[in-house]
């Protein structure tokens, strides 16, 4: 039962993989004077990731309603204790799935709607639309799709991780460059830089790191950062050495974290309960702790509701 859940799984995301590439052929054929053929696949990617996503909701509904009550399992529990158990084992790992149905088909509608509002527009507008209105929704398209690969992205991490299947592939890596690179991306659109680097150069190069685990570490924790902060307000990322461990932290001066959700941070699709309309899965710090965990690592925090937080990663040399 768990591995046909977890191959179900795995054929979804990778429909989902293929159709965010379809969108982005669309979007480059509309935008290489091929409209037809653009406006054709933008629409099929559309329509093809609907119909999965409506798909895999309305598989995890039908497996939740065919799982045995907690009654009947205690009722047949009396005769038959070793099965019962592995009907209990069952139960439990459909629910996450029914969960993560719902989280992603409420996240992938907003991505879907603004590809198919920029895709009518620039249908209707034609050789009307000027130059820059029509690169601005070629950048929203592809934003959106970015956006949906990331779900897919992260939720195929997680999913790999409860498996135990979770790749662990460390390579010599020049880590100042790593990190650089990484505030790069993340401040591409800022006109004035919100992140500090305080890099510590008594760090030899290269370190020994998988580039692609550090990647979910370090943007899910200086995304949040500038997220749950104000837009004016600096963010201080720094890495240490410290007595044979890299010691790396990431501060704000944000929303920080009520009491009642610190118990609960690390645990998929949990949401600080101050986070109100701001945009999130609550994917991001699970996906970080197995990144983390996953080089034999350490991460935690501290934080104080309306005086912002830090997060500090520990990892061995």
Not at 63 to 92: C, G, H
Not at 132 to 158: A, P
Not at 237 to 263: A, L, N
Request: hydrophobic share 40%.
């Amino acid at each position: 039962m768990k591995r046909r859940s977890s191959i179900a799984l795995e054929n979804q995301f990778l429909g989902l993989s293929l159709l965010a590439g379809l969108l982005v052929l669309g979007t480059l054929s509309f935008a290489e004077s091929s409209p037809s053929l653009g406006v054709f696949l933008v629409l099929a990617g559309i329509c093809g990731v609907f119909v999965v996503v409506v798909y895999m909701v309305i598989r995890a509904a039908r497996d939740r309603d065919s799982t045995p009550s907690e009654a009947e399992i205690d009722q047949v529990s009396i005769r038959l204790d070793p099965k019962v158990k592995d009907t209990r084992r069952s139960s439990e790992i459909i629910k996450p799935d029914s969960r993560f149905f719902s989280i992603l088909s409420h996240e992938i509608r907003t991505p879907m709607t603004a590809i198919s509002s920029s895709t009518q527009v620039l249908i209707r507008g034609g050789e009307q639309i000027s130059a820059d209105r029509k690169l601005t929704h070629f950048e929203n398209i592809q934003s959106s799709i970015t956006r949906i690969q990331e779900l897919i992205d992260g939720v195929t991490l997680v999913t790999q991780s409860e498996q135990g299947r979770l790749a662990f592939n460390p390579v010599a890596s020049n880590f100042r460059e790593f990190c650089v690179s990484t505030i790069e991306q993340l401040e591409i659109d800022r006109k004035v830089p919100r992140i500090t680097l305080d890099y510590d150069k008594a760090l030899g190069t290269p370190l020994l790191l998988d580039e692609n685990l550090m990647k979910h570490v370090l943007f899910n924790l200086l995304e949040n950062a500038l997220k749950y902060s104000s837009k004016d307000s600096k963010v201080l990322f720094t890495v240490k050495k410290s007595m044979g461990f890299i010691d790396i932290t990431v501060s704000d001066k944000g929303i920080g974290i009520p009491v009642m959700d610190h118990g609960h941070l690390f645990e998929s699709f949990h949401r600080a309960s101050n986070v109100a309309d701001i945009k999130g899965t609550g994917l991001g710090l699970n996906i970080a702790k197995r990144a983390v965990e996953a080089h034999g690592g350490t991460i935690s925090y501290e934080s104080i509701e309306g005086d912002g937080t830090t997060f500090t990663v520990c990892l061995p040399l």
